[in-house]
């Protein structure tokens, strides 16, 4: 009997603006103190703020941890996301 896997549950909460919590998560992309590129089973989101750091990450559960004064958070479409990715993190 085979089992198909269920696509993993996707959720965002943000705390004061200082520490975000992802479910969902499948793969960082890129980081830097002002960005962080992660892939998440809901499409490529993109985090911008200052002092970032990634607290924890589980690619295994797809949990992710950010803390850092975070700005804003944006979900990008998969037909010009790689342009826009290396233009993010040069």
């Known amino acids: 009997m085979s089992e198909t896997a269920k696509p993993k549950k996707h959720t965002v909460m943000l705390d004061h603006r200082a520490r975000l919590i ?46 850092g004064k975070i700005d804003s958070l944006q979900y990008i479409g998969s037909d010009n996301s790689q342009s826009r990715l290396r233009k993010l993190f040069r």
């Open 22 to 67: 992802i479910t969902g998560a499948e793969d960082v992309n890129g980081f830097n103190e002002e960005a962080i590129s992660v892939k998440t089973t809901a499409g490529l989101l993109i985090v911008k703020g200052s002092n970032l750091h990634i607290d924890k990450l589980s690619l295994e559960t797809g949990d992710l941890s950010v803390d």
